[in-house]
């Protein structure tokens, strides 16, 4: 055991992922959904595990952090981006948000956040996982609930 912090005070966690930040030892990052109490969050520690604080996310219509994936940063040099995908309901009433500054503000992904911006694929299933590309900033690439991939 890294420690004894129960995250989501006393729920229980699903759909939980796990992201460890290449080049920064220590530095992991976790989404957890549909919890009692309070752990459907975003959640970061900077050693190892030992402590964890919440992270700020966009506020929206039921928005809930679903999946998550670091990739390339913005500007060589810099921390990884996070994306995060929060959860809107059911059906693709999803976003795609990205941290360029560990979390401190969040953006959008695409060019207005609406369904339309997500490839077509998308736009039929929800999201099911996705990962970011290490080596060109922005790049995604996503697997749908039974529409394929993008």
Same mark, same amino acid.
């Given at each position: =055991?890294?420690?004894?912090? !129960?995250?989501? =005070?006393?729920?229980?966690?699903?759909?939980?992922?796990?992201?460890?930040?290449?080049?920064? &030892?220590?530095?992991?990052?976790?989404? =957890? %959904? #549909?919890?009692?109490?309070?752990?459907?969050?975003?959640?970061?520690?900077?050693?190892?595990?030992?402590?964890?604080?919440?992270?700020?996310?966009?506020?929206? %219509?039921?928005?809930?952090? *679903?999946?998550?994936?670091?990739? &390339?940063? *913005?500007? *060589?040099?810099?921390?990884? /981006?996070?994306?995060?995908?929060?959860?809107?309901?059911?059906? /693709?009433?999803?976003?795609? #948000?990205?941290?360029?500054?560990?979390? /401190?503000?969040?953006?959008?992904?695409? *060019?207005?956040?609406?369904?339309?911006?997500?490839?077509?694929?998308?736009?039929? =299933?929800?999201? !099911?996982?996705?990962?970011?590309?290490?080596?060109?900033?922005?790049?995604?690439?996503?697997?749908?609930?039974?529409?394929?991939?993008?």
């Amino acid at each position: =055991a890294v420690s004894q912090v !129960q995250l989501g =005070a006393g729920g229980n966690l699903t759909s939980v992922f796990l992201n460890a930040t290449p080049g920064f &030892a220590g530095h992991l990052w976790l989404t =957890a %959904q #549909f919890t009692g109490g309070s752990g459907a969050a975003l959640w970061r520690s900077t050693d190892g595990g030992s402590s964890w604080r919440r992270v700020q996310l966009p506020r929206g %219509q039921y928005y809930i952090p *679903k999946n998550i994936s670091l990739g &390339a940063p *913005k500007e *060589k040099g810099l921390y990884p /981006t996070i994306y995060v995908e929060l959860w809107g309901g059911w059906g /693709t009433a999803s976003r795609l #948000f990205f941290s360029a500054n560990e979390g /401190t503000t969040w953006e959008i992904f695409g *060019k207005t956040g609406s369904r339309a911006d997500l490839p077509p694929s998308c736009q039929v =299933a929800e999201i !099911q996982s996705f990962t970011a590309d290490w080596d060109l900033f922005g790049q995604l690439y996503l697997c749908t609930s039974g529409s394929g991939f993008a």
